[in-house]
């Protein structure tokens, strides 16, 4: 009975784990939603050419931008009259240095009338963000209450050090903080572990919670993270579960497995398995999900992501299919079809459910974005990106050995890297202003992140599809 009670207690932290969602290496950025994370979890560490649209990230190639303001509007689809509805529209304002000053989230009533909503207000330390400040809107007082806000804070170096969280006092009308994340690094610049701490009402010492540990091949890809809890009693901390990352020698990962420690077996329980195929171009074609099926110690498909892409290696398409237990076979759900401007800048999303009864894809919800300005491409698709004064001018689907020029201050040395999708940095040289170079058949063909930097710090980015 109490080995049974034991298996028992070990199930209900198992299946407790089945709703929480784990790190997704590898996959396009426009999937980020899919993962829950607010976006200025993240705002801070993208690349400075590059829009947040609704956790969703559209990269701006090739395109100039000047103080302006984009618009997100949201549609569902009224079956009755065939008509898209707007219901929701997402106001992006942004400096002339491309960054997010402010965010304004309305929505529609059915006599047409554009409500408030949530308001945010970015401010930055340099070319870092410091603060985000959230504000709902009050109807009877037509004023914006506070919420909560978020402050970061960054090293010398430009990573980020701390994250705190602050919620706002109604009764003493103050800020107070709840919780707070602190960030170490390992020697070559990769995250060690981020450590969560949080606050008591009406106490002023920060408290442990909560710790991420993250374990590197000898290659300097991800193999491990650790998620431990703090045990305040004994003042120790206990591993909660772990994510077990099997990278290839490009670092493209191939799985990952994810697992709970159940304290009373003494040992690791599997939870779910992320399965990746990717395609010549070291996209992402299929992301295949798995639970272990305790009493038959195996994997069961569970379901499963299809990923379509461009010539740009942006998605272009993205099926989401649940397995059939007994009938053996894969069920649609829902598509997502993506679209782009001559950029490469995303334009709008259509999600559709799938009618298993009729056999056909019906319009379920639309994403559009509006931009107030024009975006500029060179000739023959040859893009020119221009940030902080320099410009990077390319072919994009880039053929190994084809010139890349990079513009910026005259005498000025750049520091030009190369990252994958994992975050590991593949190439790294320097380059006058004014010098072309190219990118040889060392490099494996796949999508990449290409920085650039002065002495002084980074400067902008662009993705870059590297093919042979």
């Known amino acids: 009975m109490k080995k049974l009670l034991l298996s028992f207690t070990c199930l209900i932290l ?123 809107w009050h109807p009877q007082a037509q004023n914006w209450a506070n919420h909560f806000r978020k402050t ?44 969560v701490f949080i606050k008591r009402p009406f106490q002023d010492e ?7 540990e993250f374990y590197y091949n000898e290659a300097g890809y991800k193999t491990i993270h650790m998620a431990s809890f703090f045990v305040p009693d004994s003042a120790i901390w206990k591993n909660m579960h772990r994510e077990l990352f099997n990278p290839d020698e490009a670092g493209l990962v191939q799985d990952i497995t994810v697992q709970h420690r159940c304290w009373h077996m003494q040992d690791w329980q599997n939870v779910k398995q992320i399965v990746f195929t990717y395609n010549d171009a070291g996209l992402a074609s299929e992301r295949l999900v798995k639970f272990w099926h305790r009493f038959d110690s195996t994997w069961v498909d569970a379901n499963r992501n299809l990923f379509t892409y461009d010539d740009f290696g942006n998605v272009d398409t993205m099926i989401f299919q649940r397995w059939r237990e007994g009938a053996e076979m894969w069920v649609n759900k829902e598509l997502n079809d993506f679209e782009y401007d001559a950029t490469g800048t995303l334009m709008s999303r259509l999600t559709q459910l799938w009618d298993p009864y009729a056999e ?35 072919q994009n689907p880039y053929l190994v050995n084809q010139n890349i020029l990079v513009n ?15 975050g ?29 930097s002065d002495g002084t710090g980074f400067l902008k980015s662009s993705k870059i599809l590297i093919t042979r």
């Not at 920060?206 to 991420?212: F, R």
């Not at 590991?424 to 290409?450: A, C, D, H, K």
């Open 14 to 136: 198992v299946l407790g784990i089945y709703a929480q969602e784990f790190p997704i290496e590898n996959l396009p950025e426009i999937v980020r939603q899919d993962m829950m994370i607010e976006e200025e979890d993240f705002q801070d560490i993208l690349p400075q050419d590059s829009i947040v649209i609704n956790n969703e990230v559209g990269y701006y190639k090739g395109s100039q931008r000047t103080e302006s303001t984009d618009t997100i509007i949201y549609y569902k689809w009224h079956r009755a009259d065939e008509v898209w509805i707007p219901v929701h529209r997402l106001i992006k304002t942004y400096n002339a240095e491309e960054k997010v000053t402010g965010s304004l989230l309305q929505h529609r009533r059915p006599e047409g009338e554009w409500v408030n909503g949530v308001l945010k207000s970015y401010s930055y330390n340099g070319s870092y963000l410091a603060e985000v400040v959230v504000q709902f």
């Open 360 to 394: 056909e894809w019906r319009n379920f919800r639309l994403m559009e974005l509006v931009i107030d300005l024009k975006h500029l491409a060179g000739p023959s698709g040859v893009p020119e990106a221009q940030t902080n004064g320099i410009s990077i001018i390319f």
């Open 152 to 195: 970061f804070d960054h090293n010398d170096d430009g990573s980020l050090a701390q994250i705190i969280h602050y919620k706002w006092l109604w009764d003493v009308q103050e800020w107070a903080g709840k919780f707070r994340k602190v960030f170490a690094y390992n020697e070559d610049g990769s995250l060690a572990s981020d450590t």
């Open 424 to 452: 590991q940095v593949v190439y790294n040289r320097q380059v006058n202003s004014g010098e072309t170079f190219s990118i040889g058949n060392e490099i494996l063909p796949g999508l990449y992140v290409m920085t650039v």
């Open 408 to 422: 910026g201050e005259e005498g000025e040395t750049y520091t030009v890297k190369l990252a994958g999708l994992s």
């Open 206 to 212: 920060w408290l442990y919670q909560h710790l991420d």
